[in-house]
């Protein structure tokens, strides 16, 4: 009858690892692994609050979408700047600007055009709703089309347009109505619930 018998683990320098060495190495990876995970959620947290803090510093619901309207024509002003050659700067400025459209969408299509219909504007609301299909259906356009073509420029200023539109509508006369007809508690709480949103997607 043949017995076997495991040696045990050595070191570095061939000395052998005791059991107690062998749980305390498992521990230190543990610990090495849980500290790596904690410190990517601290940087994605760190992310999303920078992306947010302009809004949330912006002040009230009204002023923080308009901020966020604002940085959005930023990137429209960008792209127009651009020249055909230049694809890569294109492609970089159009994905910024999908990602700030779709946070900004976010943001208005869970909070504030609910509580436009709770105000009795359902058809305001609803139309609204409806240009941010056509919002997205640009982007895929834009991105559908080769960044040199010569009709992209153009594409992009209609975009801009369209858009600047909406915009104009929401800042000067919805929005505003809006927020005088709702009390400050429920301002407030349209403040913490943009927010909120758009933390979860920035």
């Known amino acids: ?13 061939g000395k ?10 498992l521990g230190l990876i543990a610990g090495a692994a849980t500290a790596g995970v904690a410190l990517g959620m601290l940087a994605m947290l760190g992310r999303k609050a920078a992306v947010q803090a302009p809004s949330m510093l912006a002040g009230d ?9 604002k940085a959005t024509l930023k ?5 127009e700047a651009t020249e055909a050659r230049n694809t890569t700067k294109r492609a970089i400025l159009l994905a910024q600007l999908k990602h700030a ?4 969408a ?25 240009e ?4 997205k259906q640009y982007l ?3 991105e559908n089309m080769p960044n040199d073509s010569p009709d992209y420029l153009a594409k992009v200023r209609k975009f801009r347009a369209d858009i600047e539109e909406h915009m104009t509508e929401e800042e000067t006369v919805l929005f505003p109505a809006l927020r005088a007809q709702l009390s400050e508690a429920k301002n407030k709480a349209l403040t913490s619930a943009v927010n909120k949103e758009g933390f979860k997607v920035a």
């Open 140 to 142: 895929y356009e834009l």
């Open 16 to 25: 052998f690892v005791s059991k107690d060495d062998q749980h305390s190495n």
């Open 75 to 79: 990137i429209f002003d960008a792209l």
């Open 61 to 69: 619901w009204a002023d923080a979408l308009a901020a966020e309207h």
């Open 132 to 135: 941010h299909g056509y919002v």
């Open 106 to 130: 976010i943001e208005e299509e869970n909070v504030i055009y609910p509580a436009l219909r709770e105000a009795g504007k359902i058809e305001q609301a609803d139309e609204l709703n409806k």
């Open 1 to 13: 009858m043949s017995t076997s018998t495991t040696t045990p683990p050595r070191d570095d320098e």
């Open 101 to 104: 459209l779709a946070k900004h």
